[in-house]
């Protein structure tokens, strides 16, 4: 009994550390709602997955070749790249068109949606020649956007290795192909008298498109993650830089803002961007290892402020400061209060942050917002950032950007979202048209049978001048696994007001790696599909089938086009930054605009989609936007439900 009693005494201190471990966990473990309210939840919903049509590829890959120094977990290097957009890119008034960014095959994919016209275009892989691009060279992404202003979507594809390569779409073009696209580079004079690139080694994980100075046309955000270097260079050793620090790393790739400065249509058509100066951007904000963005005007003066989300350190939120030909931002962050940790802090978390997206989520007509961070349970446990909006109005959301301050509060918690997995890219959008936001997002990282969770967590407890040698990092091979069976995650608002994850009941949860979301009402039926970029899996297309949906808003929202060049269907270009409030009868407020280009990897349609649940007839919608000369505008119509084409100039009127 004594022999017993002492035992028990040694083991006293490890036993009340478990039983605290325990109590902690069952105190702050989220609670789920039960089957029966998850299955009434899930049957406003229903989706059917499609397979999506791919040109042949001689390459076929899961793992980069990398440069030397990264050979230890080239798996790792080679964990980005997925991605997905969803937009009319042949100009048949559908966004039933996707450009898929495929690292398998490093091929940048234009392709019908499943189903309804399918076969209206053979798929094709874009085609760089005559701009010089080698296998040191890989597409990250793809933004659609109309470029050179001809009223036809271009094609804005951003990479490792390189600058950006636009393909602008071509006046006389016949049926989609990869001959419609003349490639031009975003950065000129990168073309040595050899035929060969000489330009920066820029490692691009972000873009987005905004009228970033005011003055009516778009200009592009750039947000590199790795600084220049031969990344995927294997006959280099060395000459590559690795994050100096888990948590508050300063030595990432540069964030790069370009302003259009002209553009020309017609068979051979022309973008020119001219690059502001570094200090457009504060010092703090130029150099985190970014892997998301979006390009939102949170205060009304139709100016996008920057949300920047930022791999192993601070976020950043920039307010816009700018004037026409002038780039001005300041940092914004959020102010201490008693029971907001640092961590959960705009401009000053130490979190991973991997996807972006803003919406209203409580109808108060200010923009929320959602951040995908690092958050596998018995992982790496941070938090999503569910980001609610705690200003009075624009007017007191205004004087406090303008006085340094974020106003948002991190609610993850409370609302049931704080933990998916290893996060990705994330979309808000109402997929019932029940009048609430649901939350679309993607997880999953290196998939393999070895699980190298061990390892990873000795490097994160590790010092941090351990941490940028990549001698010291966990290896990552193939065969190797760090959550990689992590499902697609489609969080959507409970009767208790918490948001329960529905991917299980509604067949999303499929355990592949995911990468990019993609938005669009393909088929013109009033509900949002949905397009998901696997790492190492075929894309996939989600065709909505929600049962009973609301009324709904569909507004495709473009620029008046003076004249129109060549006989290719020419729709019109999306006036970026438009932004469309409706209010209700019963005083619930919706707000969304045309997106540029906010996420991951993932792009949404440009058309402006609000459910509006059991409101009926008619509504109230109040436009703002910027025409091409820069002037704002702003108009009050009444809108039946359903689809409308508006033409914004001076005044919005219908096609």
């Avoid at 016209?117 to 053979?122: D, F, N, P, W």
């Amino acid at each position: 009994m004594n022999a017993a009693l002492g035992m028990l005494r040694r083991q006293l201190t490890g036993v009340i550390a478990l039983v605290v471990v325990v109590g902690f966990y069952f105190v702050v473990i989220l609670p789920e709602a039960s089957a029966d309210a998850k299955n009434r939840l899930a049957s406003r919903y229903g989706f059917a997955g499609h397979s999506v049509a791919l040109p042949t590829s001689d390459k076929q890959q899961s793992i980069r070749k990398v440069n030397q120094d990264y050979k230890g977990f080239d798996a790792w290097i080679s964990s980005v790249g997925a991605a997905v957009a969803m937009n009319d890119l042949d100009g048949d008034g559908l966004p039933n068109d996707l450009c898929l960014v495929d690292p398998r095959t490093d091929q940048v994919i234009v392709t019908p949606t499943p189903g309804k016209g399918e076969h209206r275009y053979a798929p094709f892989a874009l085609n760089p020649a005559p701009l010089p691009v080698s296998d040191v060279m890989a597409p990250m992404g793809c933004v659609p956007a109309d470029l050179n202003e001809d009223g036809r979507m271009d094609l804005l594809v951003y990479m490792w290795g390189r600058t950006p390569i636009l393909y602008l779409s071509r006046a006389d073009h016949g049926t989609l192909s990869a001959q419609t696209y003349e490639p031009v580079e975003a950065v000129p004079g990168n073309t040595g008298a050899d035929g060969k690139y000489t330009g920066p080694q820029w490692n691009t994980n972000a873009a987005t498109v905004g009228d970033f100075d005011g003055d009516g046309h778009d200009d592009i955000f750039i947000g590199n993650y790795f600084p220049d270097g031969p990344l995927l260079d294997p006959s280099v050793d060395g000459g590559v830089t690795m994050n100096h620090s888990l948590s508050h790393a300063q030595n990432g790739g540069e964030k790069i803002i370009l302003l259009c400065a002209g553009a020309t249509a017609g068979d051979h058509p022309t973008a020119t961007f001219k690059r502001v100066p570094d200090d457009a951007l504060p010092e703090e904000a130029r150099h985190g290892w970014s892997l998301a963005a979006s390009a939102t005007d949170l205060d009304g003066d139709l100016l996008p402020e920057v949300y920047i989300a930022n791999d192993f350190g601070p976020d950043r939120l920039l307010y816009n400061q700018s004037t026409p030909g002038h780039v001005k931002f300041a940092s914004v962050t959020t102010a201490r209060s008693p029971g907001t940790p640092k961590s959960k802090r705009i401009g000053a978390d130490s979190f991973k942050g991997m996807g972006v997206d803003f919406g209203d989520f409580n109808h108060d007509g200010l923009y929320d917002a959602f951040v995908s961070n690092l958050t596998v349970g018995w992982g790496i446990v941070e938090s999503n950032f569910h980001f609610m909006n705690t200003a009075k109005n624009e007017a007191d959301l205004r004087a406090r950007l303008r006085a340094g301050e974020a106003p948002f509060r991190d609610v993850s918690g409370a609302e049931g979202t704080a933990w998916s997995g290893w996060s990705w890219d994330v979309k808000i959008a109402d997929f019932a048209n029940s009048g609430e936001l649901d939350i679309a997002q993607t997880t999953g990282f290196i998939r393999g049978y070895t699980n190298r969770w061990p390892q990873l967590q000795e490097l994160a407890m590790a010092n941090d001048s351990l941490v940028a040698n990549p001698f010291f990092w966990p290896n990552a091979n193939s065969g190797d696994d760090l959550a990689g069976s992590e499902p697609l995650r489609f969080y959507v608002k409970g009767e208790d007001g918490r948001y329960t994850d529905l991917a299980p009941e509604l067949g999303l949860a499929v355990p592949i790696p995911t990468r990019g979301i993609a938005t669009g009402d393909a088929d013109g039926d009033g509900l949002l599909d949905l397009a998901v970029a696997r790492q190492y899996g075929d894309p996939i297309f989600y065709h909505n089938q929600a049962p009973k949906p609301g009324g709904y808003l569909d507004l495709s929202l473009t620029h008046e086009q003076a004249t129109k060049v060549g006989t290719a269907p020419a729709p019109g270009s999306p006036v970026t930054g438009a932004e469309v409030t409706v209010t209700t009868a019963d005083g619930k407020k919706y707000v969304q605009r045309v997106d540029g280009s906010s996420g991951h990897s993932g792009r949404r349609s440009s058309e402006v989609h609000i459910g509006l649940g059991d409101a009926k007839g008619a509504v109230q919608a109040h436009l703002k936007w910027r025409d091409r000369q820069g002037a704002v505008h702003q108009q009050d119509l009444k809108l039946s439900q359903g689809r409308h084409a508006l033409v914004l100039g001076d005044q919005a009127r219908e096609k």
